[in-house]
Every structure is written in C-alpha cells, then in structure tokens.
C-alpha cells in the first residue's frame, strides 16, 4: 500500500501540478475526481475545489457542463407518424389485458380492419 506523507512536509499544489503535468503528457485531461483519487492513494488530502483552483491557475479550462434539459431532450426520440407514445403503449397493454392476451388482441384488429376495408 502506498506510504503516507507527513501533511506538513508536502505542498498540496505543487503534488497537484506533479499529477496534472503527468495526466496531460500521457495525453489525457486533468480532472480534479482523479487528482484527487491519484493524490489519496498516495496518501495526500486534497479537495476538488483546491485542485480545480490549482487547474485553473495552471491554465487548463473548467470542463462546460450540459443544461440540464439537454441530456433528457437527447434521449427522447422524435416522434413520427409511425411512432408510438408511452400513453398508446400503456394503452394497448390495458386492450391486451382486457382481451386475455396479445394473441386475442391481435386477432381482435386484424377481424376490425376485415370490417374497415
């Protein structure tokens, strides 16, 4: 397991900066959740707001954060006129339901259309 550092011999910042520098020459982003799980296993306390005043100082953006409608607009697929809603799904299961089965509700629809065409 990794040995503790006397806290007051370490300097926190310069710990952060050692990290970060090797993060970004192994060609990844410095992010303060890893900093600060790198600098805990080696036996290092730090807070994410400490090193991402650390980041910022030496230079490196703050990640932009999505609205938070952002992420639930991209799930939701586009509705057409061949889609289906939750409210027409939960529907057609309270018809299959009534019916005793899909197999009777589809049976259902298909002698309903013999009748429509």
Do not use: C, H
């Amino acid at each position: 397991m990794a040995e503790k550092k006397d806290a007051k011999s370490v300097n926190k910042s310069e710990e952060i900066r050692k990290v970060a520098a090797a993060m970004k020459a192994a060609g990844e982003k410095p992010r303060p959740v890893v900093i600060v799980a790198t600098l805990k296993k080696q036996g290092v306390a730090v807070s994410s707001p400490q090193v991402s005043m650390v980041l910022k100082r030496m230079g490196f953006k703050p990640r932009r954060r999505r609205k938070a409608g952002a992420a639930v607009k991209a799930a939701r697929p586009r509705a057409s006129a061949a889609a289906l809603s939750i409210d027409d799904l939960i529907t057609a299961k309270k018809v299959v339901e009534q019916f005793g089965g899909a197999d009777r509700a589809l049976a259902a629809i298909a002698a309903l259309k013999k009748f429509e065409g």
